[in-house]
C-alpha cells in the first residue's frame, strides 16, 4: 500500500470526521466492517444502537437539539429498512441527517445473497436524497454532497448507499480529497432572504393590525429564529402562538405567549378566530395545528413566511406569500417596523392585557385537575409537577400521539428555545427513550426527560442497555395506563363504553425492569411522591432512570380534550 491508500470504509469515515461529526448510531454487519474498522482506529464517537430505528430517532433528536448534522449506518437488508420510520421522521420534520447504508457486492448482486432485497426503492421515497456510491474514489465526493443536502433548505435526511465491493475496496486518495465545508456541519447552511416587496408589504400589513398574532412551527427552531421572534412580538406588541414543535418560539412565561394552538389549545383558538392578520412562520398548518383545517377560518388575513414555497397554500391559501428563512425574514419585517413600533404595541395595549388575563382564566379554569391529588396519578398533575422539577435549560422529549398532546398542552418552556422536542414529523411510538438518548448526548451535563407511555417503551425497551453501557443519566417516565391509551381513548369515543379491541396491554411494573437491567427504577402510585421521584432521578448522572407513573385506566379521561375527528370540541374539555 502506498501512503494514502485506504479502504473505502476509511474513505468514509475520514470523511465523518472532516465534517466533525458528533456521535452516530448504528449495528454493523460485513458490508461495511472496512468502515467499523476504521471508526476504531481513527476514533469515531460511534456506538452500537439495538434496532436501527431508534439509531435514526436519537441522531434525530440530537440534530434538532444542538443544530447539526445526525448520523447513522446500517448493514444491507433488514438493517437498512428498519431505517425508514426514523427518517420519515427527519424528512418530514426537516432534521439534518446522513446515513450510510451498506448493499450487496455487485458482482452478485440479484443472486438471492442473504439479506438482500431492493432497498433503494425502500429508500428513496424516506430520504431527501439518495446517493449510490458506485466507484470507491467517488465517496468523499459523496459524502460531501450529502453533507450539503441535508443541511441546505429545508433540511433532511441523506442516504449514502454503498455496496459492498466499495467500502472493501482501496484507492490511493490525497489529503486534499478530504476537504470539508463548515457551512455544511451545521442546519441551516445557506439562507435566502425574502424578496424586499413582499417584507415591505408584510410590515405594512402588521403595522395596520389592530389584534396581530404570529403562529409559530417547528421551522422557528430549524432556523434557529427564536431570538427574533420574541423580538418582533416584544417590540411591536404581537402575541405568539406555536404548534406542538413551535414550542419555545418564545417563552412560555411570557406574557405574550398564547400557548398551543389546533386541536388542543388553552386560549389561542379564540384569539386566531379574532386577529385581524397571522404572520404564520415556520409552520406547514398541518391537520392537527388547524384542527382539521379549520383554522385560521375563512377571510383571514394570513402571511405565510416559509423556506419551503411548496408548503405555502397546501393547506390555507395565505393572502402574502414570504418564501425564504425565518430567521431572516422575522429581522427585515422588524426593521421596517422598528421606527413605529413603540406607537404599535401602546395602541394594542387593551389588547395585549387579554392574553396573561385570559391565560390566569384558563389556569384557574382546569387548576383543580393541574394540581389534582388522585390516585391513579392525573396526567395534568404529572405535567405540572414535570414543569416545576424540570430547570429552565431542562429538556422534554416527547413520544409520538398521547405523549406529544399532554406535554404540548401543558409543559411550559421557561426560556426561548428548543427544550420540547415531539416527534411529529412522522408521529411515531417509539421515540420517547432513544430521543432521550440523543438530546443527552446534544447536552450532556443537561438534565433531559423523555416522556412515553407504556406502548411506547415496549417497543424500545432494549434501548435502555444502550443508555446504561453510555453512562447517560436521562430519565424516561412512562404513562402507565396498560394500554394504547389514545387508540383505546378514541375508540370509547366512537363506539362507546366496553367497545375495545387490541387496545390493552398486560399490566407491567416498568420500575422493576428498569431495575433488573441495572438502571434506577421508581413507580408512584401517589401524586404527592412525583416530586421526590424526579428528584431521585435528576441526580442519577452516570445511568438511565425509569419513573414508572400510574394513571388512570379510563378511556374518557386519557386525552387532553376531545378529539375534534370525532366529536366537536367543547369549551370546557380542553383539559380531560
Known amino acids: 500500500m502506498t501512503t494514502n491508500e485506504m479502504t473505502g470504509g476509511e474513505a468514509i469515515a475520514r470523511m465523518l470526521l472532516a465534517h466533525e461529526v458528533g456521535p452516530m448510531f448504528g449495528m454493523g454487519g460485513f458490508q461495511l466492517l472496512p468502515f467499523y474498522d476504521a471508526a476504531r482506529r481513527l476514533g469515531l464517537n460511534h456506538n452500537l444502537i439495538n ?4 439509531a435514526v430517532f436519537a ?14 449506518d446500517a448493514t444491507l437488508g433488514p438493517g437498512a429498512t428498519n431505517l425508514v420510520t426514523g427518517l420519515v421522521e427527519a424528512l418530514n420534520a426537516g432534521t439534518a441527517l446522513v446515513a450510510i447504508v451498506g448493499d450487496a457486492h455487485r458482482e452478485h448482486a440479484g443472486k438471492n445473497m442473504t439479506q438482500e432485497t431492493d432497498q433503494v426503492s425502500i429508500l428513496r421515497p424516506a430520504c431527501k436524497e439518495l446517493l449510490r456510491v458506485e466507484a470507491v474514489h467517488r465517496l468523499p465526493e459523496l459524502i460531501r454532497r450529502a453533507f450539503a443536502v441535508a443541511t441546505s433548505g429545508r433540511p433532511g435526511p441523506v442516504c449514502v448507499v454503498v455496496p459492498e465491493d466499495v467500502a472493501h475496496g482501496t484507492y490511493d ?7 470539508a465545508d463548515p457551512a455544511h456541519q451545521s442546519m441551516p447552511a445557506l439562507r435566502c432572504r425574502p424578496d424586499a416587496e413582499g417584507t415591505a408589504r408584510a410590515a405594512a400589513m402588521l403595522a395596520k ?9 417547528g421551522g422557528v427552531h430549524i432556523s434557529g429564529a427564536q431570538t427574533a421572534v420574541t423580538d418582533l412580538a416584544e417590540s411591536c406588541g404581537i402575541p405568539v402562538a406555536h404548534t406542538l414543535t413551535g414550542k419555545g418560539a418564545i417563552s412560555c412565561k411570557s ?25 404564520v412562520v415556520g409552520c406547514k398548518l398541518g391537520e392537527i395545528a388547524t384542527k382539521r383545517y379549520t383554522i385560521p377560518g375563512p377571510g383571514a388575513e394570513v402571511i405565510h413566511l416559509d423556506n419551503v414555497a411548496e408548503e405555502m397554500g397546501r393547506t390555507c391559501e395565505p393572502t402574502l406569500k414570504l418564501w425564504g428563512d425565518a430567521r431572516a425574514g422575522l429581522e427585515d419585517i422588524a426593521a421596517l417596523l422598528a421606527d413605529g413600533a413603540r406607537g404599535q404595541k401602546a395602541a394594542r395595549a387593551d389588547y395585549l392585557t387579554e392574553i396573561p388575563v385570559k391565560m390566569k382564566a384558563w389556569h384557574d379554569d382546569v387548576s383543580q385537575r393541574l394540581y389534582s391529588d388522585e390516585s391513579p396519578v392525573h396526567m395534568a398533575r404529572l405535567i405540572t409537577e414535570l414543569n416545576k422539577a424540570l430547570p429552565a435549560d431542562g429538556t422534554l422529549i416527547a413520544d409520538g400521539g398521547f405523549a406529544a398532546h399532554w406535554g404540548g398542552l401543558l409543559f411550559d418552556t421557561k426560556q426561548a428555545g428548543r427544550a420540547f422536542v415531539p416527534d411529529r414529523g412522522f408521529a411515531s411510538i417509539g421515540y420517547g427513550l432513544p430521543g432521550a438518548i440523543g438530546a443527552q448526548l446534544a447536552w450532556p451535563d ?3 426527560v423523555g416522556l412515553t407511555g407504556d406502548g411506547g417503551f415496549n417497543m424500545v425497551l432494549g434501548e435502555l442497555e444502550t443508555a446504561r453501557r453510555m453512562r447517560l443519566g436521562l430519565t424516561v417516565i412512562v404513562v402507565n ?6 387508540v383505546k381513548a378514541l375508540q370509547h369515543l366512537m363506539y362507546g363504553e366496553g367497545n375495545y379491541q387490541s387496545s390493552d396491554l398486560s399490566e407491567t411494573n416498568y420500575a422493576n425492569v428498569a431495575n433488573s437491567m ?24 452516570q445511568r438511565p432512570s425509569v419513573i414508572d407513573v400510574m394513571v388512570t385506566r379510563d378511556p374518557s379521561r386519557m386525552l387532553p380534550a376531545v378529539d375534534n375527528r370525532t366529536v366537536k370540541v367543547k369549551k370546557g374539555d380542553r383539559v380531560a
Open 446 to 448: 443537561g438534565v433531559v
Open 481 to 486: 395506563n396498560a394500554a394504547s391509551g389514545y
Open 173 to 179: 486518495f490525497t489529503p486534499q480529497d478530504f476537504a
Open 518 to 541: 441495572g438502571c434506577h427504577g421508581v413507580r408512584v402510585e401517589d401524586p404527592d411522591d412525583l416530586a421526590a421521584a424526579l428528584s431521585e432521578a435528576f441526580a442519577e448522572t
Open 51 to 54: 434496532d436501527e430505528r431508534c
Open 255 to 279: 406574557d405574550l405567549n398564547a400557548g398551543l394552538f389546533g386541536r388542543y389549545d388553552r386560549i389561542a383558538n379564540d384569539l386566531i378566530a379574532a386577529s385581524d392578520c397571522l404572520l
Open 209 to 217: 393590525a389592530k389584534r396581530p398574532m404570529m403562529l409559530v412551527g
Open 59 to 72: 441522531a434525530d433528536a440530537y440534530a434538532k437539539i444542538i443544530g447539526r448534522v445526525g448520523v447513522v
